[in-house]
C-alpha cells in the first residue's frame, strides 16, 4: 500500500475489442501461472480472514456485538492498544537511528566489508528468537551482567530495572527486528549511484548539503520499507514481550492468546485481530496521505 | 555569461602530476598547460590515465605527487566543493528526485546565493542551452539530448571558472552527437570559458579542440592542435589513433628519402633516425596517380583486391606491389566513377612528400 502505484492498465471487457487467439493463448497462460499463488492466497490468507471477521460477530447467541463492545468497557484493550503501538513505534525509530548508519557504511565500503557488515547483521537472525529472548533476560535482569557492570564501575548505587517491564521489551524486540531495516535500507542506498554524490560536491555542495538534498531523499524507499517492515512485525511481536515484559507489558498479541488460552473466547480474539488490522490499515492509508511517496520515489 | 568579457577565464597547469594505484602508475608524470579560454580534449583509449586526469582536477582523486594550479591558486589539496570547476559527467549524473529548475539552480543554493537571484539565472541558464520552460520538468520526462543541456546548464550557471566535461556525448546517438558537438563549441565561444573535455572519440576531438592531448598508458604522448595531430603525428600510436591511418614499416636512407619495400620515397619532412619506423598513410591522402599529378609526387603501384560502396564514397584496397595493404576513397560523385577501378586492376597510386610523413614506433 506505500509501493508507487503505476497505472493499472484497465481490463478490456469483452465488448471494447475482441481477442486474438493468440492474446487468449496468452491470457491463459498467465492464469495458469498465477492459480498456485491465487489458491495459496485464497486458502491460507482470504478465507481465514473472512472466517475471523465472521467469527468476532458471533456472541453465544448468534450475532452479537458483544466483542466490540468491550473495546468501549474493558480499559486493557485501550491500554494494550496504547501500548502496542508506543512500543512499535519507539522500535522502528530505533532501528532507524541504528540501522542507518549501518546500512550507510556497509553501502559504501568496499571489497570484503560489506558482507563482512551484512553478516554481522544477520548472524543473530539465524539464532532462535527464544533462545535470545533468554539471552537478553540474563543479561539484563537485576543481578545480570549490565548492572553489575554498572555498579562495579559505580555509575548506580542500585540495580536498574532493565528487564521485566517496557525497555527490556523494547531493547529486545528492536535487536530482533534491525535486520528487518538494515536490509532494505542497504538495497535502497546501493542503487543510489555514486557519480550523483560526486556531482553535488563538484557543484559545490559540502557534504552536509550533498547528504541532505541527494542522498537522504534518495534513500527514502529504503527508509519506508523498512520502517513499515519493523513497525509491523513490532505490532504482531509475541514470544519477546511475553517473555521479557514480566507482567508489565501487555500488548495485543498477549491480549488475543489470553482470550484463547485461558478463556477459550475465539470471538473476542477475533475481534481484537481485526481492530488491529483496521487501525494498521488506517495508519498507512494516513501516511500515505500525507507523504508523497510517489514524488521521493521520483516515478512521478 | 557576457560575451563581451570574461573575467571567469583561467588556465590550468599540471606539473609532474603522478597517481599510483599500489603498483600501477594510472599517472605518469604528466605536465600540462591550459590556456585561458582554451577548449582542450584529452584523446585516449580506455585505460590510458585520462579519467584518472580528469578526477585529479575535479578534486575526486588525490595525486600521489605533482600539483595543479588553476590561474595562480594551487588546488592540487583542495577539496571538490570548493574548487568553482563545473563538471558534465558522462551519464549526467542528474538528481533524479529533483526538478530540472532544482537540478539547475543546485550550485546557488550549494553557495548560498540569495534566492532572488535564482529566477533570473536559472532563466537565463535555460535559455543558453534552449529549454527555456522546461524549469518544472522531471528529469525522467526528458531525451537524452535535453538530460545533456541540463547537465550542461547546471555546470555553466555559477560561472565556473574551469569546465571539464567526461565524454558527455557517449550516450547520445550519431546524429545528435554531431549536433551537439557543433553546439558545444558556439556555446565554448559564447562563454569564453575554459573546456576540457575527455573523449575517447577521435572524431570529436578533431572537430571541437583548439588542442587534443593524446594519452596513452598514463602519459601524455602529444599535444597539438587537431591539424598538426591529424597530418603530423608524433609517433606509430597517435598516428594509428587519429584518422584512418594505416603504418607501412619503411627504413631511413638519408633525412629526406625513405625506402618502402625496396623503393625510395621522398618525404618533405625531416624523417627521424632510428629504426622501427613507419610510414603514415591516410587514406584521403592517397590519389589514383593521372595527368593531375604532382610531377614530384611519389608513385606506389599496386593492385585493387576489393572495392566497398559507403554511400558517399567508394573505399578502395590495394595491394601495393611491396605486399602492403593500403585502401583510399573516391568520392560517388561523376568524377569518381569515370575512373574507379575494378578489382584485380593493376593501378598507380600518389602520395605527395608533404603527406609522405614518417613517424618511430615510440616518441
Given at each position: 500500500?506505500?509501493?508507487p502505484?503505476?497505472p493499472v492498465p484497465?481490463a478490456?471487457g ?16 498467465i492464469?495458469a ?5 491465487l489458491?495459496v492466497?485464497g486458502?491460507l490468507l ?14 453465544p ?24 503501538f508506543?512500543?512499535?513505534f519507539v522500535?522502528t525509530?530505533?532501528?532507524l ?6 546500512a550507510y557504511?556497509?553501502?559504501k565500503?568496499?571489497g570484503i566489508?560489506?558482507?563482512i ?11 532462535s528468537v ?5 539471552a ?10 549490565v ?5 562495579d564501575?559505580g555509575?548506580?548505587d542500585?540495580?536498574?530495572?532493565l ?21 532494505p ?7 543510489i549511484?555514486?557519480e ?5 560536491a ?5 557534504g552536509w548539503l ?6 537522504l531523499?534518495?534513500s527514502l524507499p529504503?527508509?519506508?520499507?523498512g520502517s513499515v517492515?519493523?513497525?509491523?512485525l513490532?505490532?504482531?511481536f ?6 521479557l515484559?514480566?507482567?508489565?507489558t501487555?500488548?495485543?498479541s498477549m ?10 473466547e475465539w470471538?473476542?480474539a477475533?475481534s481484537?485481530?481485526v481492530?488491529?488490522?483496521?487501525v494498521?490499515?488506517?495508519?498507512f ?9 510517489e514524488?521521493?520515489m521520483g516515478?512521478? | 555569461?557576457?560575451?563581451?568579457s ?12 603522478v597517481?599510483?594505484?599500489?603498483s600501477?602508475?594510472?599517472l605518469?608524470d ?18 590510458s ?5 580528469l578526477g ?5 582523486v588525490?595525486p600521489t ?15 571538490p ?9 558522462q551519464?549526467y ?5 529533483m526538478?530540472v529548475g532544482?537540478?539547475?539552480?543546485f550550485?546557488?543554493?550549494a ?5 532572488a ?5 536559472l532563466e ?6 534552449e529549454?527555456?520552460?522546461?524549469a518544472?520538468?522531471?528529469i525522467?520526462?526528458l531525451s537524452?539530448?535535453?538530460?545533456q ?7 555553466m550557471?555559477f ?18 552527437r554531431e549536433?551537439m558537438?557543433?553546439e558545444?563549441k558556439?556555446l565554448?565561444?559564447?562563454?569564453g570559458a575554459?573546456?576540457?573535455y575527455?573523449?575517447?572519440d577521435?572524431?570529436e576531438?578533431?572537430?571541437m579542440?583548439?588542442r587534443?592531448?593524446v594519452?596513452?598508458?598514463g602519459?601524455?604522448?602529444?599535444v ?6 591529424h597530418d603530423r603525428?608524433?609517433?606509430?600510436f597517435v598516428a594509428?589513433?587519429?584518422?584512418e591511418?594505416m603504418?607501412?614499416p619503411?627504413?631511413?636512407q638519408?633525412a629526406g628519402?625513405?625506402?618502402l ?8 619532412h ?17 590519389t589514383?596517380?593521372g595527368?593531375?599529378t604532382a ?6 603501384p599496386g ?6 560502396y ?11 606491389d611491396?605486399g602492403?595493404?593500403?585502401?583510399l576513397r573516391?568520392?560517388s560523385?561523376?568524377s569518381g566513377?569515370?575512373?574507379?577501378p575494378e578489382r584485380g586492376?593493376a ?5 605527395h612528400?608533404?603527406?609522405?610523413i ?6
Open positions: 500500500m506505500v509501493r502505484r503505476r484497465a478490456d469483452p465488448m471494447t475489442h475482441t481477442l486474438t487467439p493468440e492474446e487468449r493463448r496468452e491470457r491463459r497462460l492464469l501461472l498465477l492459480t498456485p499463488a489458491a492466497v486458502v482470504i478465507a481465514p480472514l473472512i472466517w475471523m471477521g465472521w467469527q468476532s460477530f458471533q456472541g447467541d448468534g450475532f452479537s456485538l458483544m466483542h466490540y463492545q468491550r473495546f468501549l468497557t474493558d480499559s486493557v484493550y485501550l491500554s494494550s492498544f496504547i501500548q502496542t508506543r512500543i512499535a522500535v525509530l530505533a532501528a537511528l541504528i540501522g542507518y548508519p549501518i557504511v556497509a553501502a565500503s568496499e566489508w560489506p558482507p557488515i551484512l553478516g554481522m547483521v544477520l548472524v543473530p537472525f539465524w539464532t527464544l533462545v535470545r529472548a533468554y537478553w533476560l540474563i543479561l539484563l535482569q537485576r543481578r545480570g551482567i548492572n553489575s557492570a554498572l555498579q564501575l555509575l548506580i542500585r540495580p536498574l530495572l528487564v521485566n517491564n517496557e525497555f527490556g521489551t523494547t531493547m529486545a524486540t528492536l535487536h530482533i527486528l534491525l535486520p528487518f531495516m538494515v536490509l535500507l542497504y538495497a535502497a542506498m546501493k542503487k549511484p555514486a550523483l554524490e560526486t556531482a553535488g563538484s557543484l559545490g555542495g559540502n550533498v547528504f541532505r538534498s541527494i542522498y531523499p534518495l529504503g527508509v519506508i520499507a517492515l519493523v513497525f509491523v513490532t505490532l504482531g509475541y514470544i519477546t514481550p511475553e517473555l515484559g514480566g507482567g508489565r501487555f500488548l495485543v491480549l488475543v492468546s489470553r482470550n484463547i488460552e485461558l478463556y477459550n470471538g473476542a477475533s481484537i485481530s481492530v488491529l488490522l483496521l494498521v490499515f488506517a495508519i492509508r494516513l501516511a500515505s496521505m500525507l507523504i508523497p511517496f514524488r521521493i516515478t512521478k | 555569461m557576457d560575451a563581451s570574461h573575467p571567469h577565464q583561467v588556465g590550468v597547469t599540471i606539473r609532474n602530476a597517481k599510483r594505484y599500489g600501477f602508475n594510472a605518469n604528466v605536465s600540462l598547460d591550459v590556456a585561458p579560454g582554451e577548449f582542450l580534449s584529452i584523446l585516449g583509449p580506455s585505460g590515465g585520462k579519467t584518472t586526469l585529479l582536477l575535479g578534486g575526486f588525490q605527487s605533482g600539483s595543479i594550479h588553476l590561474g595562480a591558486t594551487d588546488i592540487t589539496h583542495m577539496p566543493h570548493k574548487r568553482d570547476i563545473g563538471i558534465v559527467f551519464n549524473a542528474l538528481f533524479p528526485h526538478t532544482q537540478n539547475i539552480t550550485p546557488l543554493r553557495r548560498h546565493m540569495p534566492k537571484d535564482w529566477p533570473a539565472r537565463a541558464a535555460l535559455a543558453m542551452v529549454l527555456s520552460g522546461y518544472d520538468r522531471s525522467a520526462a537524452g539530448g535535453q538530460r543541456r541540463v547537465a550542461l546548464a547546471r555546470a550557471i560561472e565556473p571558472r574551469l569546465i571539464l566535461m567526461d565524454e558527455p556525448l557517449s550516450a547520445l546517438d550519431k546524429q545528435l549536433t558537438q557543433l558545444l558556439d565554448h565561444a559564447k562563454l575554459t573546456i576540457i575527455v573523449t575517447h577521435q572524431r576531438a578533431l572537430t579542440s583548439d587534443i592531448a594519452m596513452k598508458d602519459k601524455l604522448v602529444q597539438d592542435s587537431p591539424r598538426t595531430l603525428p608524433a609517433n606509430a594509428s589513433f587519429i584518422g591511418a603504418l607501412l619503411v627504413a631511413r638519408d628519402i625513405l625506402t619495400s625496396g623503393k625510395a620515397l621522398r618525404s618533405a625531416a624523417i627521424p633516425a632510428g629504426k622501427d619506423l613507419f610510414l603514415t598513410v591516410h587514406s584521403e591522402k592517397l589514383l596517380a595527368p593531375s610531377p614530384e609526387a611519389n608513385l606506389l593492385t585493387v583486391s576489393s572495392t566497398v559507403q554511400g558517399e564514397s567508394v573505399r578502395i584496397f590495394v595491394t601495393l611491396g602492403h595493404a593500403v585502401s573516391l568520392p560523385n561523376h566513377w569515370q575512373i574507379m586492376q593501378v598507380t597510386l600518389a602520395l612528400p608533404d603527406d609522405t614518417v613517424v618511430p614506433q615510440a616518441a
